[in-house]
C-alpha cells in the first residue's frame, strides 16, 4: 500500500513564500482606508455584493498545479539477509490551488476587516504584490 505523507511544491514556491510576508501583515496598513487603494496594489475583486450594509468584496484564485508528493513503499522481508527498506519515491501530482481573500467594507468603502482561506499557498500572488508594494 502506498502512503502520502507531504507535498512538495516547486523550489521556487519553497524558498520564495519563505521571505514573503504573511497576508495579514500585507493588508493590515489597509485597514480603515478606501479600498481602492487596495485594489491598486492587487487587483479588481472577482465579485462584490451588499450584505447588512456591508460591501462584500470577493478575491479568487483557483488553478491546477502539478507538485511533487512524497510516495513511500512498504517493504516487508528479507533481501539476503537484510530487512527490506521502505522506498521513498517523488511521484508528479495534481494538486488543486486556491485563494478565497473577502476583503469587507462599510458603505463609504472604508475597509473594516478581511479573511481568507487557501490550500497549497495558493494566495503567494496577493503576498507578492503586497510585499512589491511595502518595498517602494
Request: glycine share 6%.
Amino acid at each position: 500500500m502506498k502512503h502520502y505523507f507531504s507535498l512538495i511544491l516547486a523550489p521556487l514556491a519553497l524558498f520564495g513564500c519563505a521571505t514573503l510576508i504573511p497576508l495579514e501583515d500585507g493588508l493590515t496598513p489597509f485597514k480603515g482606508q478606501p479600498v481602492n487603494q487596495l485594489f491598486s496594489v492587487i487587483g479588481f475583486p472577482d465579485d462584490i455584493e451588499l450584505v447588512d450594509n456591508k460591501i462584500i468584496h470577493t478575491f479568487h484564485i483557483e488553478r491546477n498545479h502539478i507538485g511533487l508528493v512524497t510516495e513511500t513503499e512498504h517493504a516487508n522481508g528479507l533481501e539476503g539477509q537484510d530487512p527490506l527498506i521502505a522506498k521513498d519515491m517523488m511521484q508528479p501530482s495534481q494538486v488543486n490551488v486556491e485563494c478565497a481573500l473577502t476583503v469587507i467594507t462599510d458603505k463609504k468603502k472604508i475597509i473594516e476587516q478581511w479573511h481568507y482561506k487557501e490550500a497549497y499557498e495558493g494566495c503567494t500572488p496577493y503576498r507578492e504584490k503586497l510585499a512589491n508594494f511595502e518595498s517602494r
